[in-house]
């Protein structure tokens, strides 16, 4: 498969964004908007959705925007079926996704927090991805991303739902990956660091090696169209992931532990 996925045939070629109306998903949905190109987004905010569309419009796609939960599993696959049949994905992205963390004070984070992560950052995503591998493998070619984190890697204490969430996702994409590549469905993990968006800015303190959305955008989209089955970025990251898995895990809780992460209320 071609790193320039873009076909000039009558019909556009048609990408799904989950996350669409914010920060990476926005990002990705303005790259991949040109003539020739269909972007369908998703996401809650239907003001933040309308501003992204129109400026995928301004760059000559053509556009749609979709109101939807990520909590309602049902009724994201539901669409989901709706939006392939009325006009087949080529490629799906499942960007959207929740970062929450420990109240400040609080020994864990709520129940009703860790449901909600759950939902948005695991059961979903892979509910979608898996019925668009079905589809896709049908017809023998497509491509799906699904955005981890790099705290998959990490077993962090003030985020045990995002990072367990996340954690999950990334073998589910990995697996999904192997399992797909001889239909000629390519399923990519991307995990980033850092990157500068609504999320990231409600935390209070340092962000380490950081990445705009657009720089990050435009990494994500060479990744999808390479096939490749991970991104992680930026780099320094990988080095962390290498540390975490020779360092002794009691002596890595223990720093762990005395991180003080905080966050603003969205
Ligand atoms: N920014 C970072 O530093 C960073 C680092 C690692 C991984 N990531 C991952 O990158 C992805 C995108 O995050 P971002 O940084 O771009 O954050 P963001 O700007 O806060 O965007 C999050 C997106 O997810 C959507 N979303 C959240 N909950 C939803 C729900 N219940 N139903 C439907 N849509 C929902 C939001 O839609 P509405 O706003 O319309 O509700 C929004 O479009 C996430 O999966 C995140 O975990 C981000």
Redesign the pocket.
């Given at each position: 498969m071609s790193d320039a996925p873009f076909s000039s045939s009558d019909t556009p070629f048609h990408v799904l964004v989950?996350?669409?109306?914010?920060?990476?998903?926005?990002?990705l949905a303005l790259h991949y908007a040109r003539p020739g190109t269909h972007l369908t987004l998703?996401?809650?905010?239907?003001s933040?959705?309308k501003d992204v569309a129109a400026q995928v419009v301004r760059r000559g796609a053509t556009a749609e925007i979709f109101?939807?939960?990520?909590?309602?599993t049902d009724a994201?696959l539901h669409a989901l079926r709706k939006t392939d049949d009325d006009r087949q994905i080529d490629i799906l992205i499942?960007?959207?996704?929740?970062?929450d963390i420990r109240p400040e004070g609080a020994l864990t984070e709520t129940a009703e927090q860790v449901h909600?992560i759950s939902?948005?950052?695991f059961t979903?995503p892979v509910t979608l991805a898996t019925e668009m591998a079905s589809r896709m493998a049908l017809r023998k070619g497509g491509r799906i991303a699904l955005?981890?984190?790099?705290?998959a890697f990490h077993d962090l204490p003030v985020a045990t739902a995002?990072s367990g969430s996340?954690a999950g996702l990334a073998r589910f994409s990995t697996a999904l990956h192997a399992a797909m590549t001889p239909h000629h469905v390519s399923v990519t993990l991307?995990?980033?660091?850092?990157?500068?968006?609504?999320?990231?800015?409600?935390?209070e303190g340092a962000?380490p090696f950081?990445?705009s959305?657009q720089k990050?955008a435009r990494m994500i989209a060479r990744a999808i169209g390479q096939g490749r089955a991970h991104l992680l970025f930026p780099w320094p990251f990988a080095i962390a992931r290498f540390l975490e898995m020779i360092v002794p895990r009691a002596i890595v809780h223990r720093l762990l532990r005395t991180a003080d992460v905080r966050q603003r209320p969205?």
């Amino acid at each position: 498969m071609s790193d320039a996925p873009f076909s000039s045939s009558d019909t556009p070629f048609h990408v799904l964004v989950t996350g669409g109306s914010s920060g990476i998903g926005a990002a990705l949905a303005l790259h991949y908007a040109r003539p020739g190109t269909h972007l369908t987004l998703w996401g809650r905010n239907q003001s933040r959705l309308k501003d992204v569309a129109a400026q995928v419009v301004r760059r000559g796609a053509t556009a749609e925007i979709f109101s939807l939960d990520l909590r309602k599993t049902d009724a994201a696959l539901h669409a989901l079926r709706k939006t392939d049949d009325d006009r087949q994905i080529d490629i799906l992205i499942l960007g959207a996704g929740l970062g929450d963390i420990r109240p400040e004070g609080a020994l864990t984070e709520t129940a009703e927090q860790v449901h909600e992560i759950s939902l948005v950052n695991f059961t979903t995503p892979v509910t979608l991805a898996t019925e668009m591998a079905s589809r896709m493998a049908l017809r023998k070619g497509g491509r799906i991303a699904l955005i981890g984190s790099v705290a998959a890697f990490h077993d962090l204490p003030v985020a045990t739902a995002y990072s367990g969430s996340k954690a999950g996702l990334a073998r589910f994409s990995t697996a999904l990956h192997a399992a797909m590549t001889p239909h000629h469905v390519s399923v990519t993990l991307i995990s980033p660091g850092y990157v500068d968006t609504p999320m990231s800015q409600r935390l209070e303190g340092a962000r380490p090696f950081l990445v705009s959305s657009q720089k990050a955008a435009r990494m994500i989209a060479r990744a999808i169209g390479q096939g490749r089955a991970h991104l992680l970025f930026p780099w320094p990251f990988a080095i962390a992931r290498f540390l975490e898995m020779i360092v002794p895990r009691a002596i890595v809780h223990r720093l762990l532990r005395t991180a003080d992460v905080r966050q603003r209320p969205a």
